[in-house]
């Protein structure tokens, strides 16, 4: 893990920093970003953001690129592009 910092001055402990979206993040209590990140597991990648207090998930894809771009596009994109 590395130490990265958002635009907004926090910094936060992540896997990876690409295009402003941190990826695997660390989140400790009372230290979630208010901005979208990226979960990365063995198999899927999922797109989450802190909305009025709450985790929200939007979206499970395949992809780097696919997650990238529902998190730039936000919460209007939601959709699970998860194949079956």
């Known amino acids: 893990m590395a130490k990265f910092k958002l ?5 936060y402990l992540a896997e990876d920093f690409i295009d402003g979206y941190l990826i695997n993040p660390l ?7 208010v901005v979208p990140f990226i979960l990365r597991t063995e198999h899927v990648l ?6 009025g207090g709450w985790l929200r998930c939007w ?12 998190a730039k596009k936000g919460s209007s994109s939601w959709r699970n592009k998860k194949s079956a």
């Open 7 to 11: 635009e907004d001055g926090t910094e």
């Open 27 to 33: 989140l400790l209590r009372g230290s979630t970003p």
């Open 46 to 51: 999922s797109v989450h953001c802190l909305i």
């Open 59 to 70: 979206g499970v894809f395949d992809t780097l690129d696919e997650a990238l771009n529902c």
